[in-house]
């Protein structure tokens, strides 16, 4: 591996990637930090069915590979959505990307946080895949200690609470 700090192009680079890949991980984390609540008690009823019980453990028996190659699936389907959201919001159509933001985070929800904590095992067994999850790991809880220092996420904090107890009202109304 080259030497950076000789070179200042590298650096730059460096300093770049850096840069964007925390600002990916904030914005994944205050979503998820925000709208995860809202479907626990689905993804709860959902991994609580048998069906999805026994395709944990069919998945948690997996090869390492085989468990990556099924994240990788469902994860080049669906993250390029959350960013094509992101464009859409910040070109005017805001209705239109909050909904695909909304869509494609429920999907992701659904499918890929199911299959990694079920083959979350045989994941760890890959060292490359092991140390980089450690690397965003660190990145998420330090970007995200920056951003709870903040008044927009105590303002976002509260407004998610409130429309989860609008939700829970709804829902209990429903009844």
């Known amino acids: ?3 950076t700090s000789s070179n200042p192009a590298l650096a730059a680079l460096r300093v770049a990637g850096r840069a964007v890949a925390t600002v990916v991980v904030v914005v ?3 979503l998820d ?6 479907v626990r008690p689905l993804v709860g009823w959902l991994s609580g069915l048998r069906l999805f019980e ?4 069919l998945i948690g028996r997996l090869p390492p590979y085989v468990v990556l190659a099924l994240l990788a699936v469902p994860f080049v389907l669906i993250e390029p959505l959350k960013v094509l959201a992101l464009y859409w919001i ?3 159509w805001f209705i239109r990307g909050i909904g695909l ?3 494609s985070y429920l999907l992701s929800i659904l499918t890929l946080d199911r299959i990694y904590h079920a083959g979350h095992a045989p994941l760890m067994r ?3 895949f092991a140390r980089l999850m450690g690397w965003l790991t660190r990145l998420r809880d330090r970007a995200l200690s920056l951003v709870k220092a903040t008044a927009a996420w105590r303002w976002s904090a509260g407004l998610a609470r409130s429309v989860r107890a609008w939700f829970r009202g709804l829902l209990q109304s429903a009844r």
């Open 1 to 3: 591996m080259a030497d």
């Open 28 to 30: 994944w984390t205050a």
């Open 33 to 38: 930090e925000l709208l995860f609540p809202l």
């Open 54 to 57: 026994v395709l944990g453990a």
């Open 90 to 92: 910040a070109t005017g």
């Open 101 to 103: 933001l909304i869509v």
């Open 126 to 128: 890959i060292a490359w």
